[in-house]
Nanobody, 123 residues
Framework: QVQLVESGGGLVQAGGSLRLSCVAS????????MGWYRQAPGKQRELVAA???????NIADSVKGRFYMTRDANTNTLYLQMNSLKPEDTGVYYC?????????????????WGQGTQVTVSS
């Protein structure tokens, strides 16, 4: 299967910055989609930013102009640069990816989530 591992979360004061990383590993043949989601305590998981390969980035209105998502296709790594953080950005941030992997002797679809990384913004 395909594993996603996030890192870069932590505790930061309001106005600060963090950079999250997500590395996808496994017998990946192609990635169709990668994105970041977050879940605040007592709330549903929501989209932060996501982009299909070759497509446009869909980014939540609440983070536009503050968060920027980039991807290194060579290393299958997804980044989320978070600037001007606010207390309402607090939550667990999850990486999500879909694509195709080598499941010898065939290919198979994958739909994977990372374990999440905690981001806490203090006021």
């Amino acid at each position: 299967q395909v594993q996603l591992v996030e890192s870069g979360g932590g505790l930061v004061q309001a106005g600060g910055s963090l950079r999250l990383s997500c590395v996808a590993s496994g017998r990946i043949l192609s990635i169709n989609f990668m994105g970041w989601y977050r879940q605040a305590p007592g709330k549903q998981r929501e989209l932060v930013a996501a982009r299909p390969t070759g497509g446009s980035t869909n980014i939540a209105d609440s983070v536009k102009g503050r968060f920027y998502m980039t991807r290194d296709a060579n290393t299958n790594t997804l980044y989320l640069q978070m600037n001007s953080l606010k207390p309402e950005d607090t939550g667990v941030y999850y990486c999500h990816a879909t694509g195709i992997y080598d499941r010898y002797p065939r290919r198979a679809d994958f739909d994977s989530w990372g374990q999440g990384t905690q981001v806490t913004v203090s006021s």
